[in-house]
């Protein structure tokens, strides 16, 4: 696959995995960064069934439908799934959780070098100050991108919080 | 040529040694300060580093000294990667407190928190038949108080901080408007104005107030009789730190220095000609005249490189000399030198404020996650007829939700495999209704709870490490067991918080497992070290005098947080910090 392709399928199931929209992914700068550390810590055989995976659910028109083959394809498979829960950890938390001993003996892939069970690797400080938990809650990552002076006391007011429709 | 004699010599680098510094050079004192630790936070860069550092070191965020080097020729408890611990210990039970060694000391990663004392704790023993009484009271301390909130720049409002007989001089007001309070708070003062919590046959109300913080907010225009008040920036960067902005990340460092820290004096003292600053230099003897019991010279280990490896031994001479290097640094020098304990009370005494969290969801939103960490607190368990039989505590309203990460939350949902839309709106709703309160108990002062020294146990340069002995009494553990069966539950339901407290066994990292009466809870540390050198009316029972002089050498101050006779309920910064000026007051009468 060609690394324009791949990136376009990472950015896209990236979306799907995270409810952030590709130009929500895109505006973190990101991408290319997030892409790479999870080759780095997977290696090309898990990679290759990470995009089958992708391109599977993304090849259907509905939201229905994409959720349907999630069900199918990514949720039950011991090798896509965890690598999909690291990737998602990584967008909404900035850090990367390593993998399991037993993830990377079930695929027939080294460790990466580095590797330890409690790892949190953070590859950048962009992506400590673009992280999408905060987001979420109308908030915003500890020691980054503040609100202004006064601004907790009243409610959130950017968009995507509303989005998330919490009440 | 023989070396410099200084007015006086500070051992300590930190908000008590700054505050005497400037006081004495204000009155045209030559001052040196010996600071231990690197000049680190005080060069814009490296303050940047060390935010840098935040952001990149996942397993550091969260922690007090998490962005901060470790330093093998002046260690600091609680560094993250350190390659041993600092503290040793004599007990089971850990202290789960630390400070940092370097210019500028532990109000680098304070919270900001700058209560008073209530006039009963400053006379335990004749109100409550506990501890004992200091040997000065509110009254007069509270000068000092306003001296001390100048310089920290506190904000808040007066008619807020009135309580348990907290006086203020008639028109005084705070340098800056209290902060703004937050959606957090605005949603407890709703449940809970009016409502009150049945203690001890006494009645007391559950009122939210807004705790004062060395934190610039909007300067007050009626400070100093109409003077006004200007807000100290970033040191080094005048064009940030003017207003809090709400980083929400007070601890481990304010990334714009909004929020006080020692620099912002040092930094003022650094451009005099009477002060001198010399950093790595760690002290590590007082050298006493054994006839006149006068302290001739300060000993200290001074290291070329940050981080230890070669140092050279020089002494410094002062007129006065100041041991203003935190309580435990100050009785561990004091121990290692053989002075000031004709009471045997040196190192004693050492006190915390065991802290407990609660929490559960609000019904309804309340966006946490922004703003300083804590802006209102409920008050009223501070002083009350119940201190007879347990530990008084106050409750500081979180403002970040459960945790500084929500990423437990995401764990446990990933684990579910809650993923895209559903897991943005899931952590929505949860983490926009996340409430925490802390409490903060009363710790009565207690021979066993102590710092001592053992010549085996030494760091890189051959300086002692504290040896700590600690532990909870039940008078803080029935507070403890009050403020989660009582006051807890109480809250919980005028506010209508769903209860989500656990305390898992075993206690997670930064805690420890104490049972009570067959219950199990995580207390950890406030940070809030005191009581190792305490002042007093009587040598036989005490480090120093009134005036935080020794009693056992007539040129020795010893100032800070460890003067502190009883704890109180309130974090000891500003305390520490009236009581150096009243120090320093004191040192310039001798000095005349």
């Not at chain 1, 259907?60 to 349907?68: I, M, N, P, V």
């Not at chain 2, 340098?175 to 007391?204: C, E, I, W």
């Not at chain 2, 009370?345 to 804590?374: C, I, K």
Request: neutral net charge; aromatic residues 10%.
């Amino acid at each position: 696959m060609k690394a324009i392709a791949k990136r376009t399928l990472f950015l896209a199931f990236s979306a799907e995995l995270t409810g952030y929209t590709e130009t929500d992914l895109e505006g973190t700068g990101n991408v290319d960064s997030f892409l790479g550390v999870l080759e780095q810590q997977t290696g090309a055989k898990a990679m290759t069934l990470f995009y089958a995976a992708a391109a599977a659910v993304l090849q259907h028109g509905s939201a229905a439908a994409r959720a349907a083959a999630i069900r199918i394809d990514v949720l039950p498979s011991p090798t896509v799934w965890p690598m999909c829960a690291s990737l998602i950890m990584l967008w909404y938390q900035g850090f990367w959780p390593a993998l399991a001993a037993s993830w990377y003996s079930g695929v027939g892939s080294p460790k990466p070098k580095g590797w330890s069970a409690t790892q949190k690797i953070v590859p950048s400080a962009q992506a400590y100050t673009a992280q999408l938990a905060y987001r979420a809650a109308g908030a915003h990552p500890p020691g980054a991108n503040p609100t202004g002076h006064g601004s907790w006391s009243i409610d959130p007011v950017f968009g995507d919080y509303v989005d998330g429709s919490t009440s | 040529m023989s070396a410099p004699h200084y007015d006086a010599v500070i051992v300590g680098g930190g908000v008590a040694g700054a505050l005497v510094a400037r006081e004495l050079s204000k009155a045209g004192r030559s001052v040196l300060i010996l600071e231990a630790g690197i000049e680190g936070a005080m060069n814009p860069d490296t303050y940047r580093q060390y935010l840098q550092t935040l952001y990149t070191e996942g397993g550091v965020r969260g922690m007090p000294n998490g962005p901060y080097p470790w330093n093998a020729a002046a260690p600091s408890p609680g560094i993250p990667n350190a390659p041993h611990p600092y503290y040793t210990y004599d007990t089971t039970m850990q202290f789960m407190s630390d400070y940092l060694r370097m210019l500028g000391g532990t109000t680098l990663h304070w919270q900001g928190t700058s209560l008073r004392l209530v006039p009963n704790d400053f006379r335990m023993q004749s109100t409550y038949g506990q501890a004992l009484d200091w040997p000065i009271t509110y009254d007069d301390l509270e000068p000092a108080y306003r001296r001390a909130e100048a310089e920290l720049g506190v904000a808040a409002d007066v008619e807020d901080q009135r309580f348990f007989g907290v006086w203020f001089p008639e028109g005084y007001v705070y340098p800056m408007h209290r902060m703004p309070q937050s959606r957090v708070d605005q949603f407890f003062d709703a449940a809970l104005t009016g409502k009150s919590v049945k203690l001890f046959g006494g009645n007391y109300p559950l009122k939210v107030i807004s705790i004062p913080v060395a934190r610039n907010s909007t300067p007050n225009p009626k400070y100093a009789l109409g003077e006004g008040y200007e807000a100290v920036p970033a040191v080094g960067d005048r064009d940030q730190g003017q207003r809090c902005q709400g980083n929400s990340v007070c601890m481990p460092l304010c990334p714009v220095q909004a929020k006080y820290s020692a620099l912002k004096t040092i930094a003022v003292l650094a451009r005099k000609p009477t002060v001198e600053i010399r950093t790595q230099c760690v002290a590590s003897k007082l050298i006493i005249d054994s006839e006149s019991g006068r302290i001739t010279g300060v000993e200290y280990k001074h290291y070329e490189k940050p981080g230890g490896g070669k140092f050279r031994v020089e002494t410094a001479h002062g007129t006065l000399v100041v041991l203003a290097a935190n309580a435990i640094e100050n009785a561990t020098l004091l121990l290692a030198s053989n002075a000031a304990n004709s009471s045997g009370q040196v190192g004693r005494n050492l006190m915390d404020h065991p802290y407990l969290y609660v929490w559960g969801y609000s019904p309804t939103p309340v966006y946490p996650f922004r703003g300083p960490d804590t802006t209102s607190g409920v008050e009223s368990l501070r002083d009350g007829r119940f201190r007879q039989v347990h530990a008084s505590f106050r409750a500081s309203l979180a403002n970040w939700g459960w945790s500084s990460e929500p990423g437990n939350q995401i764990s446990l949902l990933l684990g579910q495999q809650t993923y895209g839309a559903a897991l943005r709106r899931e952590l929505a709703h949860r983490m926009s209704r996340m409430v925490k309160i802390g409490f903060m108990f009363e710790q009565l002062p207690s021979p066993t709870n102590r710092v001592t020294i053992d010549p085996r146990q030494r760091d890189e340069l051959g300086n002692y490490r504290p040896v700590l002995s600690y532990g909870y009494a039940d008078y803080s553990l029935k507070g403890v067991e009050t403020a989660v069966k009582t006051v807890w539950p109480t809250i919980t339901k005028f506010a209508n918080v769903q209860d989500e407290t656990v305390y898992v066994d075993p206690a997670p990292g930064g805690y420890q497992r104490v049972t009570y009466n067959g219950t199990g809870y995580n207390l950890m540390g406030s940070g809030h070290i005191v009581g190792t050198h305490r002042m007093g009316s009587s040598r036989k029972d005490s480090v120093t005098d009134r005036n935080m002089k020794a009693w056992d050498h007539p040129n020795l101050y010893v100032v800070g947080a460890g003067n502190q006779v009883t704890i109180g309920t309130a974090n000891p910064t500003l305390t520490a910090a009236a009581l150096s000026i009243r120090a320093a007051d004191a040192m310039l009468k001798d000095l005349r």
